[in-house]
């Protein structure tokens, strides 16, 4: 009997008798933080669990403040969530939110038909006192800098640190559920009149969800942070110089979801967002104003760099819908812009390189649809921009002419792969020309000699002549060619119609493609009983002691109580402290657990304070067994808000001889409809995340930090997230939305006796790097799909591998980004049927590693892929294989070890002989204006060749929409020679 089945049978016979002796029992009374008004199913909160300060009109800051104090300096506080009552608060003081895990949450209103009534809102008039502002030349004075963030007032102010500085002191905590709304006088000039709702400053992984922000001057103002994580912001009536300022360039990795912005009537002037910063906008409706989005940074010496928008709606803006500036490396994908003043898109000449348009529209804008006036790297695929030049009889001259694409001759490389250009029927036709190119003299030297591409373009109801001006259009009135072939399709989660948890939130419109929630919103947290397992009223069986041990049969012995007396489903808390009845004082609570928590009823809902904030330590050295296990009959059950700790001294102790199979923390298996939300793990030497056979569940912002390789066991594979179908299409239907997580470096040395501890694995062979897997599917797994999350190096970013009983199949992922991976960044080994949109893939060997057991469609759609030591795409394997939009250059680098490895031609892009087609559509391939270039005037790129057919490849098997190839050593598309390093050319440069 294996040691899995003997540690499962032992754990059923706890189970069993914790049943016996729960026959006919109850919660007591004194555990239960909810009641059940009279004429409703749903449960709410009693009173003396929720912060409710004073009513307006008296003050409700000092109170709220007082209690965000006092659990931010508790006797070492990791935070906590303090509950704020609905109703609506008076702020007569700037409110602070400090300290690590400090977390504020509005609790919805009850209503007549249950708890779905409106979040505490907090308003804020003239009288508004901010010290922060106030004292702020004492603040600059004594840090001898500018602190841009303290140089307007706020509302409400979320800080990483109390005294401004640039070193981080709080982590993690967040603001949800609250509304916000200025009352006063417009255009009084008060502290009020001018503040800014929300203004965030250095906080590293804070939560923010559903805030609605009413009439402030600016919205919200995110200065230096990094990893915020913002999820359903609405920002209408802004008055001031804009409604969302995301980050400055030191920011890092802004997360912002669904996002709503709206000018104050007749507003033409503000800015609706500024993204200077590294982020990804997904979800977004802007209304009004004047620039919609303004992507850039403040000079030439900070970019804005590695920007990510997808699902955009922008209107009624007065000058540009999108204004490219100082940037770089921006993608765009799935976007409308109607009824801009200016140009729908305008790239100014302080733009870098590194431009994706993916699926863009504009209509009756005032000036050209896009204006280019600088730039490298610029690709539009399936761009339909109609009835532009609306205001074309009051442009100035350097507005003309009017098309739909004007390009100026400063830009270096450009091209458009599907289009249609002009007017609809049955409208006046305002464009001069469809597509113009200046023939001008520039008034900025080209980086290198221009390259402008257009192909597959329809001009509607503009004349022959008029069509296009210094630009050859390669198949001309042939942009159905690529639109009937399904090549600009939505991603595939759309078409296969992924399926959704019963209460997960669905949005609309632009809203749709966004999936995340606020996990305090959703029925089976707030509708439900919730149980205080650190409660003395538990005493007859307590599951936590003084220590903070869990007591594992205890635990099951209440759990079984609670399925049976709340069958609708429940609440178990794990909370990180306790106030007391006042409010006044704060007592932090760490948990320990030995043997694995064991889910096994429906319903069932473990809940924490928040991940890294409710801790859960497993001491064991050598951790052999899972922390939590979610079982067959669970249905409906799901972790929230915590994180299991390991031993960081184990994981660094130098291995034994003797192998270990270390346990995940996390096991879900034979079940369905599970939920995992805010919960991580840490220092774990057996992954983070196990999924067999279960079906439609989702992880959702899961961070899986400091993963460790097993040193001792190096042969067996190792996946952090590993989903596992023991028979076909057992395990289906799986969701990861926002799955993060980061390599904790402990690679052992067997010749030094040392740990590797960087990001280059010490320079070893692939084969000699233990096995890392962040995702890891296993068998006949169908229909899982991933959504912007970023795994930081480990050996393999995304591996597929089949089974006796299946293969991998219905695979799709957005906006997955692996970064410096030591081998692959994805690696299918066998799988059928794989879209992924989107990737962002920087690793040190290959990026995207198709082998020949892939089958069926694949496809690659705007994909970011630099810096690997051989290719960007390695494709031994594919039916069918379509590369859309992708943005490839700097490969080939050869790193160490590889320079003694190369056995085929260096290219960015290779194609096996067992490849069934391949079409690329737009994008670039070579020269590529990289970030870390000082000058895109330098050709970083190593590649030889773009293309490379293997040997035995027909030349037949591939299909150029458009792509630009050019800045390649040797040329554009080579074909291998002898299966070696050798190459003949096909197409040169």
């Given amino acids: 009997m294996s040691q899995l089945v003997r540690f499962k049978s032992g754990i059923a016979t706890l189970m069993l008798l914790a049943a016996s002796l729960a026959v006919g029992q109850t919660i007591p009374s004194g555990a239960l933080l909810k009641h059940q008004p009279s004429g409703t199913t749903n449960y709410v909160f009693n009173s003396s669990v929720l912060l409710a300060p004073p009513a307006a009109p008296a003050d409700a800051s000092a109170t709220i403040q007082a209690a965000i104090n006092t659990m931010a300096s508790a006797s070492l506080s990791k935070g906590g969530v303090i509950l704020l009552a609905p109703g609506t608060y008076y702020l007569a003081h700037t409110l602070k939110l400090e300290g690590s895990g400090v977390t504020l949450v509005g609790v919805r209103a009850v209503t007549s038909t249950g708890q779905n009534g409106s979040y505490p809102t907090l308003t804020y008039d003239d009288s508004l006192v901010d010290d922060d502002y106030d004292n702020r030349s004492t603040t600059e004075s004594t840090l001898g800098v500018d602190v841009p963030i303290i140089d307007t007032p706020a509302a409400i102010r979320v800080n990483g640190n109390a005294d401004y500085s640039g070193t981080r002191t709080f982590n993690y905590g967040g603001l949800i559920g609250i509304n916000l709304a200025f009352t006063g006088t417009v255009g009084s000039g008060s502290e009020g009149d001018t503040a800014t709702g929300v203004a965030v400053n250095l906080p590293h992984q804070t939560l923010f969800r559903d805030l609605t922000i009413t009439n402030a001057y600016n919205g919200l103002d995110v200065g230096d942070s990094t990893s915020p994580y913002f999820l359903n912001i609405n920002i209408s009536g802004v008055r001031g110089t804009f409604g969302a300022r995301l980050g400055t360039f030191h920011t890092d990795a802004i997360k912002m979801h669904a996002l709503t912005i709206s000018a104050s009537t007749g507003n033409t002037s503000t800015t609706l967002a500024i993204l200077p910063a590294n982020m990804e906008l997904i979800g977004g409706n802007l209304s009004g104003g004047g620039i919609g989005l303004h992507i850039t940074g403040a ?3 900070t970019f804005a760099n590695d920007v990510y928008l997808r699902s955009l709606l922008i209107q009624h803006t007065n000058a540009q819908g999108i204004l490219v500036d100082f940037a770089r490396q921006v993608y765009v994908s799935d976007t409308t812009i109607n009824y801009a003043g ?293 249905t409906g059950s799901g972790l929230f808000g915590l994180t299991v700790f390991y031993s960081k001294t184990a994981a660094l102790t130098a291995p034994s001889n003797t192998p270990v199979t270390y346990a995940p923390p996390f096991l879900i298996t034979n079940t369905s409809q599970i939920r995992f939300a805010n919960i991580g793990a840490r220092y774990s030497m057996g992954g983070g995340v196990s999924i067999v056979d279960t079906t439609n569940s989702e992880l959702f912002d899961v961070d899986m930090s400091s993963m460790g390789v097993n040193n001792t066991q190096p042969s067996v594979p190792l996946g952090v997230y590993t989903l596992t179908a023991t ?79 299946g293969t991998p199949h219905n695979l799709s992922s957005f906006k997955f980004a692996i970064d410096h991976a030591y081998v692959y960044g994805a690696d299918l080994q066998q799988a059928t049927d794989a879209d992924f949109d989107e990737p962002w893939i920087n690793t040190r060997h290959v990026a995207f590693f198709a082998e020949s057991g892939v089958t069926g469609n694949l496809r690659i759609l705007t994909s970011g892929s630099r810096g690997a030591a051989f290719e960007a795409f390695l494709l031994q394997g594919g039916t069918t294989v379509s590369l859309i939009n992708c943005q490839i250059g700097n490969n080939s680098n050869l790193w160490t070890p590889y320079s003694s490895m190369q056995t085929r031609p260096l290219s960015g892009v290779y194609l096996g002989p067992s490849v069934g087609s391949t079409v690329f559509v737009g994008g670039m391939n070579g020269w590529i204006a990289n970030s870390s270039y000082a000058n895109a005037g330098v050709n970083g790129n190593l590649q030889d060749y773009g293309i490379i057919l293997g040997t035995g490849a027909a030349t037949s098997a591939y299909t150029i929409y458009g792509t630009d190839l050019y800045g390649n050593n040797a040329a554009k598309v080579g074909q291998q020679s002898g299966g070696g390093t050798g190459a003949t050319v096909l197409i040169p440069n």
């Fill in 342 to 634: 200016a140009e729908a898109i305008k790239v100014t000449p302080n733009f870098y390189g590194g431009l994706a348009f993916t699926n863009l529209r504009t209509s009756y804008t005032g000036l050209s649809a896009i204006r280019v006036q600088r730039g490298m790297n610029i690709n539009l695929v399936n761009a339909v921009l109609l009835n532009s030049g609306q205001r074309k009889s009051s442009a100035s001259s350097d507005d003309l002419p009017i098309a739909d694409l004007s390009v100026d001759s400063s830009v270096t490389s450009l091209n458009v792969v599907g289009g249609r250009f002009g007017s609809a029927n049955g409208t006046t036709v305002h464009e001069d020309w469809g597509m113009y190119v200046s023939t001008a003299s520039p008034l900025y030297t080209p980086w290198h000699t221009p390259t402008l591409i257009a192909s597959n373009i329809d001009f509607l109801n503009i004349p022959t002549a008029q069509r296009s001006s210094g630009i050859s259009i390669t198949n001309a009135s042939a942009y159905y060619t690529l639109y009937n072939a399904g090549y600009f399709n939505p991603p595939a989660e759309d078409t296969w119609s992924l399926q959704n948890l019963p209460t997960d939130p669905v949005g609309t419109g632009v809203m749709a493609v966004v999936k995340g929630f606020n996990l305090y919103d959703l029925p089976e947290i707030r509708d439900r009983q919730w149980i205080d397992l650190t409660s003395s009223a538990l005493s007859t069986h307590p599951v936590v002691d003084s220590s903070g041990n869990i007591n594992t049969t205890n635990f099951t012995y209440w759990e079984d109580i609670a399925a049976s007396q709340f069958p609708e489903g429940v609440v178990l808390y794990l909370p990180a402290g306790h106030f007391n009845t006042s409010f006044s004082s704060y007592t932090r609570k760490i948990y320990n657990v030995s043997d694995p928590l064991v889910i096994n009823h429906a319903a069932i809902q473990v809940l924490g304070d928040g991940r890294n904030v409710t801790q859960i330590t497993d001491p064991v050295a050598v951790p052999t067994q899972n922390a939590f296990q979610v079982v067959s009959g669970s």
């Fill in 299 to 301: 000079d030439s010496t």
């Fill in 727 to 805: 028979t076909n299409e057992a395990t289906s239907d799986i969701r990861f939305y926002q799955a993060y997580g980061e390599f904790l470096r402990n690679i052992w040395m067997p010749s030094t006796s040392s740990f590797c501890n960087t990001s280059t694995a010490c320079t070893l062979p692939p084969d000699q790097i233990p096995d890392l897997e962040w995702i890891r599917l296993v068998g006949g797994v169908t229909r899982f799909r991933t959504d912007s999350g970023t795994l930081i190096e480990g050996r393999v970013g995304y591996q597929t591998v089949a089974n006796d009983q």
